[in-house]
C-alpha cells in the first residue's frame, strides 16, 4: 500500500485542501463552535436556575459542513435533582438521588436510589408507582421513564429515538434531537481509572483530564437492553466536547471524512448501525495510542486509513470501548449479523483503495473536487466559507430572536404596568449577569438586552402618547439602548413612534438615516414567526458575513417590526388591523408557535417604504411619495425572504386606498389572501373597502 514516492503526501495534501475549501479548516471551525456557544449562552441565561441547555454534537465541535446536514444536539439539564455517588455529598430539602453503580449495573449505566430529604437516609415509601419501584433489597429505584414522562409535553412534533426526540425543524433551521437529563457535580465512579490513564500519544493531556473531571456528568432517562426500564446511562457529553475542542485541524479532518464515509456507503444499506459516536469514540483511541507528529495534513491519508483500520477490528469484534468509560461496549447489541459482512465489505474495499474511493463520494461534491485537485485542473466549485458564515450569522439573529419571543408572548395581554414590570425584571436580571461575566455570557447579554430595551422604550412610549401625546426621556433613552439592535426593525420603531405623534420632520429624518445604511445588496431579512424556504443570501451579505462574527448582525441584517398590544400608540392606524387578523373561525387554524398573530408584525424594508410614502404625503412630497410608492411595490414583487409579505400586501392596499385606486387596492388585498389564507386582515379591509365603494355608488 501507499508504495509510490510521494502518493502519500500528495493525496493528503490535495484532500486536507479540499476540506479547506468546504470549510473544514482552523478558522470557520473556531467561527462555528463561537456561534454555536454564544447560542447556547443566550438560551441558558433567559432560563431559569431549574433548566440548563447545552448545544453539543458536530454543530458546535465544528466538526461537519454543509452537505452533511448534521443535526443540532441538544441537552436540558433538570437541575432540580440532586444526583450524588458520595453519602457526603447529600443535601437537605432537595431531592437526592444516589447513583448506583455495582455489579448488577451494566457498565456505563446506573441506578438512581431515592434518598430521604431531611436526613441522609434511603427513603423507604413508594410515593408513586408509576415513577418509583421497590427492588428486591428494598431500595426505593427512580424509573427512567420518569424524566421521558414529564418533558414529553415539551417536544410535541418530535419522534422519539432513545432518550432523545428528533424534530425537523422549519426551513432555515437545522433538525435537533433533544434529549432532557439531570446532572451529577462529580466525576462518575467508572471513569476514574480513565483520568490516571495515559496513551503513547500523551494525549488527552493532563490538564484536560482536570477540566473535564470537573464537568462532572449527566444521567440520561434510557437503560441497557439488560434494564431498559430502571437503568440511567451515564453521559460525559461536557468532557467529550473538550476533547473534540482539543484536536488539531487534520484530526477534525479524518473525522469529517469518516463521517462521509458512513454517509456514502454505509448507512443508506445499514442505517444507524455504525454511528457517528462509534466513530469519534474510534478517533479518539487513536489520537490516544499515537505519536502526535502523526497527525499532519500531509499524512491525512494515513491517519484515516488507521481510523476505518480500527473501525473494522471494532465491527468484526462487535466491541468498541467507550474512550472514558471503556467498561461500555458500544457496539453491544448495535451490529447486525444481516448487515456485518455488508460493513465489513465495504470498509475493506475502502481501506484498500489507498483513497481511490474517495472519488465516489458526493457529500459537499468531495470526489470531484479532489479530481480536480489531483488534475491540477481550476475548481469549478464555489468555496463556501462564506455560506457557512452567513449561514451563523443567520442563526445567531434567528436564535435571538427565538429566544425573546416567547417573554414577549407572556406579557402580550398584560396591562401597561404589568408589561413594563415584566421587562425591567429582565433588563435587570441581564445587566446584573453581565456585569458578573465575560466572554461569550457577556456578549449573549448585550445582543438580548437591547431588544428588551426597546420594547420597553415603545410601551412607555404608547403609554406616553396616550396620557400627554409626547415623548418621556426615559422611553426616548430606552429605544436609543436599542438602535443598533440590527439595521433597521429598532429605529422603524422609533420612527414609527414619530410617525403616530405627527412629528413628521423628525420621522423623515430618521427614515433618511435608515435607508442610507440598509445596503439592498447586502442586508437579509430575519424572521422566525412561522417556517417558509428561504432563498439564498445575497453575495454581499455572504461576503461580509465571511470576515466578522456575531457583530455583522448590526450591519448585514434586518428583523421583522414587531409591536404588542401595549404599543398600539405607536402603530400607524394601517399597520394596527394586523392586531386583529383572526376571526373566531380562524383561531382553530392557529399552531402552537402562532402567538405572533395576536402582534403586529411586518418586514423591516416594506414598513421603511411604507412609512416613507405616508411622511411625504404628509410632506407634501409627490415625486418622494411616488418613489417609495414603487419601492414598496418593487419590495413585494422581487424580495424573496420576506416573512410578511401578506402584511406587506395589506399596507400597499391602503396605501392605494389613499391613492384612489380601488381596484388596484382590492387586488393587493386578494393577493394577500393568497399568501395567507387564514388569520390575515385582509378580509377586513375587503369588506370595508367594498362597503366603502357600495356606499359610495
Not at 423507604?124 to 421497590?134: A, G, T, W
Not at 414619530?498 to 431579512?525: A, F, K, M, W
Request: glycine share 4%.
Amino acid at each position: 500500500m501507499f508504495q509510490q514516492p510521494g502518493y502519500i503526501e500528495n493525496v493528503s495534501l490535495r484532500l486536507s485542501e479540499v476540506l479547506a475549501d468546504i470549510g473544514v479548516d482552523e478558522r470557520i471551525v473556531q467561527k462555528r463552535r463561537r456561534a454555536w456557544l454564544l447560542n447556547e449562552s443566550m438560551t441558558t441565561i433567559l432560563q431559569d436556575a431549574h433548566v440548563s441547555t447545552y448545544y453539543l454534537g458536530s454543530q458546535s465541535e465544528g466538526t461537519t459542513t454543509l452537505g452533511l446536514h448534521s443535526d443540532t444536539d441538544i441537552l436540558h439539564c433538570v437541575n432540580d435533582f440532586y444526583v450524588i455517588q458520595d453519602w457526603a455529598d447529600w443535601k437537605p430539602g432537595v431531592l437526592n438521588y444516589l447513583m448506583i453503580q455495582d455489579e448488577t449495573v451494566s457498565s456505563g449505566y446506573c441506578l438512581l436510589q431515592l434518598l430521604r430529604d431531611d436526613a441522609p437516609l434511603p427513603h423507604n415509601d413508594v410515593l408513586n408507582p408509576y415513577y418509583l419501584f421497590r427492588d428486591r433489597t428494598g431500595r426505593i429505584l427512580l424509573k427512567n421513564t420518569s424524566l421521558l414522562a414529564a418533558t414529553a409535553g415539551a417536544f410535541e412534533g418530535g419522534v422519539r429515538h432513545g432518550p432523545a426526540y428528533a424534530k425537523q425543524e422549519q426551513p432555515g433551521f437545522t433538525d435537533s434531537d433533544t434529549v432532557c437529563a439531570y446532572p451529577c457535580k462529580s466525576w462518575p465512579l467508572q471513569a476514574r481509572q480513565w483520568l490516571d490513564q495515559q496513551g503513547v500519544g500523551q494525549w488527552p493531556s493532563d490538564e484536560m483530564k482536570r477540566y473535564c473531571r470537573n464537568t462532572g456528568c449527566f444521567v440520561v432517562g434510557v437503560g441497557s437492553q439488560e434494564n431498559e426500564e430502571l437503568e440511567w446511562r451515564i453521559s460525559t457529553s461536557l468532557a467529550e466536547r473538550c476533547l473534540m475542542f482539543n484536536l488539531n485541524i487534520t484530526q477534525i479532518r479524518c473525522y469529517i471524512l469518516m463521517k462521509m464515509i458512513l454517509k456514502t456507503f454505509i448507512k443508506p444499506y445499514s442505517g444507524d448501525t455504525v454511528s457517528s459516536f462509534m466513530c469519534k469514540t474510534v478517533l479518539f483511541h487513536c489520537i490516544a495510542n499515537t505519536h502526535s507528529n502523526v497527525w499532519r495534513e500531509n499524512n491525512l491519508l494515513v491517519c484515516l486509513t488507521l481510523c476505518l483500520f480500527v473501525l473494522y477490528n471494532s465491527i468484526l469484534n462487535e466491541n468498541c470501548p467507550h474512550f472514558i468509560i471503556p467498561g461500555n461496549n458500544l457496539m453491544r447489541g448495535h451490529i447486525s449479523h444481516a448487515y456485518k459482512p455488508y460493513i465489513l465489505e465495504i470498509l475493506k474495499y475502502i481501506i484498500n483503495s489507498e483513497g481511490r474511493a474517495l472519488l465516489e463520494i458526493e457529500c459537499d461534491d468531495l470526489g470531484a473536487r479532489i479530481q480536480l485537485k489531483l488534475s491540477n485542473l481550476h475548481s469549478e466549485f464555489e468555496i463556501k466559507s462564506s455560506d457557512i458564515s452567513g449561514d451563523l450569522i443567520l442563526s445567531i439573529a434567528q436564535l435571538s430572536a427565538l429566544n425573546i419571543e416567547p417573554r414577549l408572548y407572556s406579557i402580550t395581554n398584560s396591562s401597561y404596568k404589568e408589561a413594563i414590570q415584566t421587562l425591567l425584571k429582565y433588563i435587570f436580571k441581564l445587566v446584573i449577569i453581565s456585569n458578573q461575566c465575560q466572554g461569550l455570557d457577556k456578549t449573549a447579554c448585550s445582543l438580548i438586552v437591547s431588544c428588551f430595551c426597546t420594547t420597553l422604550g415603545s410601551i412607555l412610549a404608547s403609554l406616553n402618547i396616550q396620557q400627554y401625546n409626547a415623548l418621556s426621556a426615559e422611553a426616548l433613552t430606552l429605544i436609543s439602548c436599542g438602535l443598533n439592535t440590527d439595521v433597521a426593525s429598532s429605529k422603524l420603531k422609533l420612527a414609527s413612534m414619530l410617525h403616530c405623534l405627527g412629528d413628521t420632520q423628525r420621522e423623515d429624518i430618521v427614515l433618511r438615516d435608515i435607508e442610507e445604511s440598509y445596503e439592498l445588496n447586502i442586508v437579509e431579512p430575519v424572521c422566525t414567526c412561522h417556517a417558509f424556504i428561504r432563498q439564498p443570501y445575497r453575495r454581499g451579505f455572504y461576503a461580509l458575513a465571511d470576515n466578522h462574527n456575531e457583530e455583522a448582525i448590526q450591519y448585514t441584517t434586518a428583523s421583522c417590526v414587531t409591536f404588542l398590544p401595549c404599543e398600539i400608540n405607536c402603530v400607524p392606524h394601517e399597520l394596527r388591523h394586523e392586531m386583529f387578523r383572526s376571526t373566531q373561525e380562524d383561531l382553530a387554524f392557529r399552531g402552537r408557535d402562532d402567538y405572533w398573530m395576536d402582534w403586529a408584525v411586518v418586514d423591516s424594508l416594506p414598513y421603511l417604504y411604507y412609512l416613507q410614502y405616508k411622511t411625504c404625503r404628509n410632506l407634501g412630497k409627490h415625486e418622494e411619495k411616488q418613489r417609495a410608492l414603487f419601492n414598496l411595490i418593487r419590495t413585494i414583487d422581487q424580495e424573496p425572504n420576506l416573512g410578511h409579505r401578506e402584511t406587506a400586501l395589506n399596507l400597499l392596499g391602503q396605501c392605494m386606498e389613499q391613492e384612489d385606486r380601488a381596484k388596484d387596492s382590492l387586488e393587493c388585498y386578494l393577493l394577500s389572501l393568497n399568501e395567507r389564507e387564514r388569520n390575515n386582515a385582509a378580509k377586513f379591509h375587503i369588506c370595508r373597502l367594498l362597503s366603502t365603494l357600495v356606499n359610495d355608488q
